[in-house]
């Protein structure tokens, strides 16, 4: 079994299970932890994961931060400084803003309720340029149901490292991760 299809396994899993309702924002985000070499491979198994959920009951509707710091260098009024001069370039709280929104439209959304899913892609764009765990601090109180985010990094002793290059972070998120520990009983 590949790395991505115990992943997929240990998802179908963890979807599976009873939801309580009675949990804080912090206890609803999941993370979805997987080699960031494996980032395409991922992104080719997204309709299995959408089809899991569904399976489960459970709503499913995807967050794809991918074209985010693309977009918002086209409409930048310095965009042409920005080609220019690459290495002086540094997004400001203006992008992480920006994802902040996104995540949260897409959870205030009609279809995502109390019993659904809000999938985060996309993360691996985003990177040095944003940090995840602000971007979870800061929609964490908007989910209603679980924020599943595909984390390319990993994941040892609580601590999530993004990318496998910045330092990591403790958070609180439910791992779900390419072990197969995760699958037994």
Not at 20 to 36: H, I, T
Request: with cysteine.
């Amino acid at each position: 079994m590949s790395a991505i299809d115990r992943l997929l396994a240990n998802y179908s899993r963890q979807v599976r299970l009873p939801w309580s309702a009675n949990m804080s924002g912090k206890q609803r985000v999941w993370f979805a932890v997987y080699p960031p070499a494996e980032e395409r491979r991922v992104r080719a198994q997204l309709p299995k994961f959408e089809t899991h959920t569904l399976e489960a009951n459970h709503g499913w509707t995807t967050v794809d931060l991918t074209s985010l710091l693309p977009q918002w260098i086209a409409a930048h009024e310095y965009r042409e400084a920005i080609f220019a001069e690459p290495e002086h370039f540094s997004a400001n709280s203006e992008l992480e803003d920006l994802a902040v929104e996104r995540v949260r439209q897409a959870c205030a959304g009609e279809d995502a309720n109390g019993a659904s899913v809000v999938a985060v892609t996309g993360l691996a764009s985003l990177f040095d340029f944003m940090r995840v765990s602000r971007l979870i601090e800061h929609v964490e109180d908007s989910v209603r149901g679980r924020l599943l985010v595909f984390f390319p990094g990993e994941y040892a002793g609580n601590v999530y490292r993004f990318m496998d290059a910045r330092d990591g972070f403790n958070y609180m998120a439910v791992p779900i991760t390419t072990t197969e520990s995760f699958i037994t009983p």
